[in-house]
């Protein structure tokens, strides 16, 4: 089976761009969690949703952050404008939200940089 | 609060020494979860294990062991016989009666061929 899968695996923009990253979580889960990951702050998250709808986006760090569910087996997040300090290593993790059975499955991440 | 330490930052060991990875957590959930993943150079979170609360036993699993103590919320993580691809860097986590993880800050552990 299909793990998570993320595009780009690596993304190298300019300042002031639109970026934006994609997720497929596995077939059949229903959470899907975004992460950044950086040496100074470690695996933050973002934000995450539960049969698409957007549960918690306190970790999204400005205005500048949004993410999308449409449906089961898409997600993107975008960063409009992008700065320099939001590069970082993008994490896109799924899980089938039912008690006792709520592994987190990473996808191999997106490494951004923002020149 | 839900809080994750992993105290050590990094290990280093020679290869076929046994090592330790120490997780302590806290959490006023009575029901939760443990996790260990683990970040091979390459980048990517591989899922290691899962725990739940009421299962105190600790697993083996080749020459991995993870030894879960409620007594002293901890959660540790040993390997036998360390080898050079187990150089990694290591993450416990917890997940409470919410849906989100609270990752700890990572071990990196480097095993010296």
Same mark, same amino acid.
Request: proline share 5%.
């Given at each position: 089976d299909a793990g998570?899968?993320?595009s780009p695996r690596h993304e190298v923009t300019e300042m002031g761009q639109e970026v934006t990253l994609r997720c497929k979580p596995i077939s059949g889960h229903n959470s899907l969690?975004?992460?950044?990951?950086?040496m100074m702050r470690g695996l933050e998250l973002l934000i995450y949703f539960n049969n698409n709808v957007p549960i918690d986006d306190s970790g999204m760090p400005e205005d500048r952050f949004s993410a999308k569910m449409p449906n089961a087996s898409f997600s993107t997040l975008k960063i409009q404008p992008s700065e320099p300090r939001d590069s970082a290593v993008y994490f896109c993790a799924s899980s089938f939200r039912l008690v006792g059975s709520d592994t987190q499955y990473f996808g191999p991440g997106t490494r951004l940089t923002v020149l | 609060a839900q809080k994750v330490t992993q105290a050590q930052t990094e290990i280093s060991v020679v290869e076929k020494e046994d090592v330790t990875l120490d997780c302590v &957590?806290?959490?006023?959930?009575?029901?939760?979860?443990? =996790?260990? &993943?683990?970040?091979?150079?390459?980048?990517?979170?591989? =899922?290691l294990i899962r725990r739940n609360s009421f299962d105190e036993q600790n697993e083996i699993s080749g020459r991995y062991s993870w030894n879960f103590q409620k007594s002293t919320s901890s959660f540790n993580f040993t390997i036998t016989a360390s080898q050079v691809v187990d150089s990694a860097v290591y993450f416990c986590a917890l997940r409470g009666a919410g849906n989100q993880f609270?990752?700890?800050?990572?071990t990196s552990l480097t095993v010296i061929p």
């Open positions: 998570v899968i993320q969690f975004w992460y950044r990951q950086t | &957590y806290e959490t006023r959930d009575t029901t939760y979860y443990l =996790f260990w &993943y683990k970040q091979p150079p390459s980048g990517e979170l591989v =899922f609270y990752f700890g800050t990572g």
